[in-house]
């Protein structure tokens, strides 16, 4: 039973253009989001998170937005650029609990 | 400040051998955790520990075994590896607060022939 669900295993999408990168979730007590980046032979990196009290957060090019009624989540990277050119994990976690839930993954790749 | 070691980075097993994966944090976080990745799978927890003497199991645990004698370790064992158990195992630490992020190593690629 996949919790956290990337439909899209891969994207292409030219350099300067948005990004968007989706997430679904099917536990309505996840509580907390995160979006991981993750190069070939380097573990994830963590980019941006959002807690379900806001449906938006920013941090330079990278916005999350989390729609709770539709239970998705969605990464856009405005403008993009070739070093953006990696996999993205989503991941969620609910309230009293330590375990992080992650998604199978979305490897983007910019276009010069 | 390394954050989070792992080692080795790379091993190869034959079935049924045993071996040690080590992960250790400069952090002084009281969460630590294990992962494995595995093409179209994504992350999924293996074994997490909230602070030294307590784990728990994750999403899967079989084949894995885990102790935590001190915040900075966290060893993941496999006491007789099987070729499924080949797979990149990313320890990571933090999260314990609630709402905060985990950090990860750079990961130890293990191949069971």
């Known amino acids: 039973d996949q919790q956290v669900k990337q439909n899209s295993p891969s994207l292409s999408v030219q350099e300067g253009r948005i990004s968007i990168l989706n997430c679904d979730y099917t536990?309505?007590?996840?509580?907390?989001f995160l979006w991981y980046k993750k190069y070939p032979a380097e573990g994830p990196t963590f980019l941006i998170s959002?807690?379900?009290?806001?449906d938006k957060n920013e941090d330079g090019r990278f916005t999350v937005f989390l729609n709770k009624s539709a239970k998705h989540l969605s990464l856009h990277i405005v403008p993009s650029q070739p070093g953006d050119s990696a996999v993205y994990f989503c991941?969620?976690?609910?309230?009293?609990?330590?375990?992080?839930?992650f998604g199978t993954g979305t490897r983007l790749k910019v276009l010069a | 400040n390394a954050g989070v070691t792992q080692t080795p980075k790379f091993q190869v097993l034959k079935t049924g051998q045993s071996m040690t994966l080590q992960c250790a944090q400069d952090?002084?976080?009281?969460?630590m955790s294990w992962y494995r990745q595995d093409p179209g799978m994504g992350l999924r927890l293996i074994h997490y520990?909230?602070?030294?003497?307590?784990?728990d199991q994750g999403e899967v645990p079989n084949g894995y075994n885990v102790s935590r004698s001190t915040t900075e370790d966290f060893p993941l064992r496999l006491l007789s590896a099987a070729p499924s158990q080949t797979s990149v195992y990313f320890c990571?630490?933090?999260?314990?607060?609630?709402?905060?992020?985990?950090?990860f190593g750079n990961g130890t690629r293990l191949t069971v022939t």
């Open positions: 991941a969620a976690s609910g309230p009293g609990t330590y375990k992080y839930i």
């Open positions: 536990n309505s007590m996840f509580d907390y």
């Open positions: 959002i807690s379900s009290i806001k």
């Open positions: 952090m002084n976080h009281e969460y």
């Open positions: 520990s909230v602070g030294a003497g307590i784990t």
């Open positions: 990571a630490t933090g999260g314990g607060i609630r709402n905060s992020p985990l950090h």
